[in-house]
């Protein structure tokens, strides 16, 4: 007997039983599952219930099961991803998804199912699916050329919905902070207790000083001081923002700062001075670097510089500056005269910042000049100096 071909034929017929008992076993529940993904919410809120897939599927149908002593289903709807139709009977529990293209699925949301947490309720909701069918596209089609759907078994996870307590106190962490102009801050808060189920909402008294979004960033937009408020379902708390605007300037140099930027007063060299004992700024870069617009049109016609509600105005070579407030008007004298120096416009910096209200500081060891608004108290005064000291020399 020639025993190395009756082994060859019995290898070659385990192939064949082998290759055939792939393609003809039906499709395993470890090729697929459906998970039911828990989520959480307050007692009188709605909640979003995901159900998420692993394996590739043409079609389903089924009941969405759950605990209706404390949960009101409201919607079924697909997936993202899918091209479904869902059915919506009476009571409102039945899906059906179809015409599903031949698309792998890894952790990919199915349905999303929609439900009310009823007031009053506590504790744990369960929810679960009845399903009545599953179909895979094959990967290849029939001697017909047809990709005829096939049954799959699956298996299915429950999940829930737990109704958390709704927070009794928010502490916003700081209570108050400040930002300089165009910069950013992240407001953080501390809720009680620790697993409340608020969503905590960021809103602004006054978008022009400060905006927030819903994450708690903060982000400076003008000079001034507004409320954030965090607010829960029936609890809220503030914070206090101080948005500051500012420059700084040495006198006979050309750098500058600029809300924290290192920066140029312009490219043509122009720098601060000092004139019959007092000092003389760049009236454009002062002006439009703090939030104002200055239009300058001739030297036969005043300069103006329009900030918030106010308006300066002035002529080269002229003590009288002109300051509106509203429909008010005020004149004002200068000591030193505006000056037309390089191309450029000069004017008294005690003057110019008293009309807008800003706050000025000169050191005289350094000659440093820090222009800003709102109140610059010691300590801020003190940081904005040893940044000047640093870059300006």
């Given at each position: 007997?020639?025993?190395k071909?009756?082994v060859?034929?019995?290898?070659m017929?385990?192939?064949?039983?082998?290759?055939f008992?792939t393609?003809?076993?039906?499709?395993?529940a470890?090729?697929l599952?459906?998970?039911?993904?828990s989520?959480?919410g307050?007692?009188?809120s709605?909640?979003?219930?995901?159900?998420?897939?692993?394996?590739?599927?043409?079609?389903?149908s089924g009941?969405?099961?759950y605990d209706?002593?404390?949960?009101?289903l409201?919607?079924?709807s697909?997936?993202?991803k899918?091209?479904e139709?869902?059915?919506q009977g009476n009571?409102?529990t039945?899906?059906?998804?179809?015409?599903?293209?031949?698309?792998?699925?890894?952790?990919?949301?199915?349905?999303?199912?929609?439900?009310?947490?009823?007031?009053?309720?506590?504790g744990?909701?369960m929810?679960?699916?009845?399903?009545?069918?599953?179909?895979?596209?094959?990967d290849?089609?029939?001697?017909?050329g047809?990709f005829?759907?096939?049954?799959?078994s699956?298996?299915?996870?429950?999940g829930?919905?737990?109704?958390?307590?709704?927070?009794t106190?928010?502490?916003?962490?700081?209570?108050?902070?400040?930002?300089t102009?165009?910069?950013?801050?992240?407001?953080r808060?501390?809720?009680i207790p620790?697993?409340?189920?608020?969503?905590?909402?960021f809103?602004?008294?006054?978008?022009s000083?400060?905006t927030v979004n819903?994450?708690?960033l903060?982000?400076?937009?003008?000079?001034?001081?507004?409320?954030i408020?965090?607010?829960?379902?029936?609890?809220?708390?503030t914070?206090?923002?101080t948005?500051?605007?500012?420059?700084?300037l040495?006198?006979?140099?050309?750098k500058?700062?600029?809300?924290?930027?290192?920066?140029?007063?312009?490219?043509?060299?122009?720098k601060?001075f000092?004139l019959?004992?007092?000092?003389?700024?760049?009236?454009?870069?002062?002006?439009?670097k703090?939030g104002?617009?200055v239009?300058?049109v001739?030297e036969?016609?005043?300069?103006?510089?329009?900030?918030?509600?106010k308006k300066?105005?002035i002529k080269?070579n002229?003590?009288i500056?002109?300051v509106?407030?509203?429909?008010?008007?005020?004149?004002?004298?200068?000591?030193?005269?505006?000056?037309?120096k390089?191309?450029?416009?000069?004017i008294p910096l005690?003057a110019?910042?008293?009309?807008?209200?800003?706050?000025?500081?000169?050191?005289?060891?350094?000659?440093?000049i820090?222009?800003?608004?709102?109140?610059?108290?010691k300590?801020l005064?003190?940081?904005?100096l040893k940044e000047?000291?640093?870059?300006i020399?």
């Amino acid at each position: 007997m020639n025993y190395k071909k009756i082994v060859a034929t019995i290898l070659m017929l385990a192939v064949l039983v082998t290759a055939f008992a792939t393609v003809s076993l039906p499709v395993s529940a470890a090729d697929l599952s459906l998970r039911v993904i828990s989520t959480a919410g307050l007692a009188g809120s709605n909640v979003v219930v995901e159900v998420k897939t692993t394996g590739r599927i043409s079609n389903f149908s089924g009941n969405v099961t759950y605990d209706s002593s404390k949960l009101t289903l409201s919607a079924i709807s697909g997936g993202d991803k899918l091209s479904e139709k869902v059915v919506q009977g009476n009571p409102k529990t039945r899906f059906l998804c179809a015409e599903i293209s031949n698309t792998t699925f890894n952790n990919e949301t199915l349905i999303k199912i929609t439900f009310k947490i009823k007031s009053g309720a506590t504790g744990k909701a369960m929810v679960g699916l009845e399903m009545e069918s599953i179909y895979q596209l094959p990967d290849k089609a029939d001697e017909n050329g047809i990709f005829q759907p096939q049954p799959l078994s699956c298996s299915v996870t429950s999940g829930s919905v737990t109704v958390l307590p709704p927070a009794t106190k928010i502490i916003s962490e700081p209570t108050s902070l400040s930002v300089t102009k165009g910069q950013t801050a992240l407001l953080r808060y501390t809720i009680i207790p620790a697993n409340a189920g608020d969503v905590v909402a960021f809103s602004s008294a006054d978008k022009s000083i400060a905006t927030v979004n819903n994450a708690g960033l903060i982000t400076g937009k003008g000079p001034g001081t507004v409320k954030i408020t965090l607010k829960g379902k029936n609890v809220s708390a503030t914070c206090t923002v101080t948005v500051y605007n500012y420059v700084s300037l040495r006198i006979n140099n050309t750098k500058a700062i600029q809300n924290g930027v290192q920066t140029t007063v312009d490219d043509m060299g122009t720098k601060p001075f000092t004139l019959g004992g007092r000092t003389m700024i760049p009236f454009r870069f002062v002006g439009e670097k703090m939030g104002g617009k200055v239009n300058y049109v001739s030297e036969s016609q005043p300069i103006t510089l329009t900030y918030g509600n106010k308006k300066v105005e002035i002529k080269l070579n002229s003590k009288i500056m002109t300051v509106y407030t509203g429909s008010q008007k005020t004149t004002v004298t200068l000591d030193v005269a505006a000056q037309l120096k390089g191309g450029r416009t000069y004017i008294p910096l005690r003057a110019i910042s008293q009309a807008l209200g800003f706050t000025v500081y000169y050191d005289d060891a350094t000659r440093i000049i820090i222009v800003n608004t709102p109140t610059m108290g010691k300590t801020l005064r003190e940081e904005r100096l040893k940044e000047a000291k640093a870059y300006i020399k």
